[in-house]
C-alpha cells in the first residue's frame, strides 16, 4: 500500500511538472514572438483548465497570433480563466464588453468584469469603472455592481485572489 502511494505520489509530481514546464516554454515563445510554439504549449494546458494557458491562448486569439484571428474564441477562453480568478482575463472582458468584440456591447456586464478584476487587484481595472461609468446610468451601474458582488459571492476561491499564481500574466 505504501509503494502504491509513492508511485502514485511520483506520477503526481512527474505529471504537475510537465504541466508547468509545458507553460513556461508557451511562455517563453510567446516573449520570443514564436506563436505557433507558443499555441501547441498552451492549447493542451487550457483544454485541461490552466487559467494563465487560457489567457495567453485567448491572446493568441485575441489578436491572430499563431492563428486566424476569432475574438469570440478569445472571449470564451478568457471567460474560463476568469471564472478561475485570473484577474488580466477579467480585465480584458471588461474591454471585450465595452467595445462589443467577440460579444454583443455591453456595458453592464463591461463595469461588472472590471469591478471583478479590480476587487482582485487590476489597478488599471479600478481606473476603468469611472470611464465606463461616464456612458451608463446610476440603474446600470447599480445592477453591475450586484452581479460583480453576485460573482464574488459565488466564486470565493477565484475573488481571493488571481488562480494565476506562480504563473506569470500581465
Known amino acids: 500500500m505504501i509503494k502504491l502511494f509513492f508511485i502514485s505520489l511520483v506520477f503526481i509530481v512527474f505529471i504537475s511538472g510537465n504541466a508547468w514546464a509545458g507553460?513556461?516554454?508557451?511562455?517563453?515563445?510567446y516573449k520570443q514572438k514564436d506563436f505557433?510554439?507558443?499555441?501547441?504549449?498552451?492549447?493542451?494546458l487550457a483544454r485541461e483548465g490552466d487559467a494563465p494557458a487560457q489567457?495567453?491562448?485567448?491572446?493568441?486569439?485575441?489578436?491572430?497570433?499563431g492563428v486566424k484571428k476569432d475574438l469570440a474564441e478569445a472571449v470564451r477562453l478568457w471567460k474560463l480563466a476568469?471564472?478561475?480568478?485570473?484577474v488580466a482575463a477579467q480585465s480584458n472582458l471588461g474591454f471585450m464588453y465595452k467595445y462589443g468584440?467577440?460579444?454583443?456591447?455591453?456595458?453592464?456586464k463591461a463595469y461588472k468584469w472590471s469591478k471583478i478584476a479590480s476587487e482582485g487587484g487590476a489597478v488599471y481595472a479600478k481606473e476603468n469603472l469611472n470611464l465606463f461609468a461616464e456612458s451608463m446610468s446610476e440603474e446600470e451601474i447599480v445592477r453591475a455592481e450586484d452581479l460583480a458582488k453576485a460573482w464574488l459571492?459565488?466564486?470565493?476561491?477565484?475573488?481571493?485572489?488571481?488562480?494565476?499564481a506562480g504563473k506569470e500574466t500581465p
Open 23 to 29: 507553460f513556461d516554454e508557451g511562455l517563453a515563445a
Open 36 to 44: 505557433e510554439k507558443a499555441l501547441r504549449e498552451f492549447a493542451p
Open 55 to 65: 489567457f495567453y491562448l485567448g491572446l493568441l486569439y485575441g489578436f491572430g497570433e
Open 82 to 86: 476568469a471564472d478561475q480568478g485570473n
Open 101 to 108: 468584440n467577440g460579444v454583443s456591447q455591453d456595458m453592464v
Open 153 to 164: 459571492d459565488s466564486h470565493p476561491r477565484a475573488a481571493s485572489g488571481p488562480a494565476a
